[in-house]
């Protein structure tokens, strides 16, 4: 049958019209993913939660984040990582109440410069509101690559936790992605700032200087988790005096005061808190439990179980992965597994930390009590208890402020004032307060012993009432 004229005519237009119509909705959807894709890459930087979020906070009541991007990176694994870091280290066996976390610690850091920027900065001329996502990463990851009771790891093993920031940042992480989403080369610009290396020196100065959120957060937050009252200084105000320069913050003179409570805050909480005896005690035998075990892995001593975790850090070939699998928890777990080693030292070591049993304590003077110590390493070897283990000198040094010093090992930035008619001026030329504590470093050594060991006169009761002599 032949189809009418006017009738293929207007099939062949129906046909054409819905191949436009189905190519126009393809091309349609192509430029809405393009559009899509091509938006979020360019406005991540920029782009804001569809509803700010908080997080509860002690010390601060909220921590605001409104950053796509600061969400994302609190979401990573290396930062959740960090709830399983204490603060504070072996500081609860002496003060219960120290558990928190570097997690907690790094988020303080994060509101700080949060408010710094946006309650204070915002719109001043000497501020580059660029900086601001830059600024606000550096000061949440400024603490990532802390390790467990960091101290004590650092030295056994002969690492910088410095080392590990920079490695997680640019390394294969969930961190690193998060970063690079936001810009090429934007990871190592955050890692210049951590590391103090960045041309941006005011930046550097709000995460690390003499005056900075670093600080400002953990004397408060350490001052509220140990109980203590000696961390708490008027932040509020601090901040309202704070301006913005071009090398660093200044402080407007009228806040002076104010500096001058969180120094010594600052002060007080190192001899108080930071390097109480009790804490360095712990802090001591942790150390040796970690020198143990390493020395037993060498001489292939056969442990119960593997200690796996460790192996690459006693072999001295630590990767990151190996590095982010060990937190607290893992350490704490080895402690309790050791407990039951056929090793006495590693044994009883474990023992003293799981259960608080913590060594004694001496006053000591390295410069004039050399022959002490000798004669005590010879009596304690008489003893049958191992000196390198069980006799211990330890220090502690602190330089609260320091005006500047160039040339010297550890350069710091001092503290400047603003003055009414625009000068800046040093703050320990200006505040006798700071000025009778500048520059003076207080140092303390103590020398540390198992008192138990040494009243237990089953043994060598002679050699012992020996060393208990000297030792009193
Ligand atoms: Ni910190």
């Avoid at 192509?30 to 002690?58: H, Q, W």
């Avoid at 950053?67 to 609860?92: S, Y």
């Avoid at 932040?235 to 407007?252: A, C, G, H, S």
């Amino acid at each position: 049958m032949l189809v009418p004229k006017v009738l293929y005519f207007s099939i062949c237009r129906k046909i054409l019209r819905n191949f436009v119509l189905f190519w126009y909705i393809i091309e349609i959807n192509k430029v809405r993913v393009i559009g899509k894709g091509a938006g979020k890459r360019m406005t991540y930087s920029m782009e804001k939660l569809s509803e700010e979020k908080v997080f509860k906070d002690p010390v601060h009541r909220y921590v605001h984040v409104q950053d796509r991007a600061i969400w994302d990176l609190v979401g990573t694994k290396e930062f959740q990582r960090l709830r399983r870091i204490k603060q504070l280290g072996t500081t609860f066996l002496t003060f219960h109440g120290a558990e928190h976390s570097r997690f907690n610690h790094s988020l303080g850091v994060y509101e700080i410069v949060r408010r710094m920027i946006d309650d204070v900065f915002d719109g001043r001329e000497e501020w580059n509101a660029g900086d601001r996502l830059l600024t606000l990463c550096a000061a949440l990851l400024h603490d990532l690559g802390h390790g467990p009771f960091s101290h004590a790891f650092e030295k056994v093993f002969d690492f910088d936790h410095e080392d590990f920031t920079r490695a997680i940042i640019l390394g294969d992480t969930e961190v690193n992605k998060v970063l690079n989403h936001v810009g090429p080369g934007f990871p190592e610009k955050v890692a210049e700032v951590i590391a103090k290396t960045s041309e941006k020196k005011l930046v550097v100065s709000m995460i690390s200087s003499q005056i900075d959120a670093d600080r400002m957060d953990y004397l408060q937050r350490d001052a509220y988790f140990t109980g203590v009252s000696y961390g708490q200084f008027d932040m509020e105000r601090i901040l309202r005096v704070m301006r913005p320069r071009e090398e660093q913050v200044v402080i407007k003179k009228s806040g002076m005061h104010a500096v001058e409570d969180y120094i010594m805050s600052r002060y007080q909480m190192y001899w108080q808190v930071y390097f109480h005896p009790v804490s360095r005690s712990a802090e001591v035998i942790l150390t040796k439990i970690l020198h143990r075990a390493k020395q037993l892995f060498k001489e292939n001593y056969a442990f119960k179980h593997e200690p796996h975790h460790f192996v690459s850090f006693f072999c001295e070939n630590v990767t990151l992965e190996d590095y982010l699998k060990l937190d607290e928890a893992v350490i704490l777990y080895y402690f309790q597994i050791w407990q039951e080693e056929d090793d006495s030292i590693l044994r009883d070591l474990c023992c003293r930390f799981v259960n608080r049993n913590l060594f004694k304590y001496a006053e000591f003077d390295p410069a004039k009590e050399y022959k002490k110590l000798a004669q005590l390493n010879t009596l304690f070897i008489k003893a049958g208890i191992d000196p390198d283990y069980y006799l211990v000198v330890d220090s502690s040094s602190d330089l609260p402020y320091d005006f500047y010093r160039p040339g010297e090992e550890e350069e710091r930035l001092p503290i400047h004032l603003l003055m009414e008619n625009g000068e800046l001026r040093e703050l320990s030329r200006e505040s006798e307060i700071v000025d009778a504590i500048s520059g003076k470093r207080r140092t303390d050594h103590k020398l540390y012993y198992p008192a138990d060991l040494l009243a237990d006169e089953s043994t060598g009761a002679d050699i012992k009432s020996q060393i208990r002599d000297l030792l009193e």
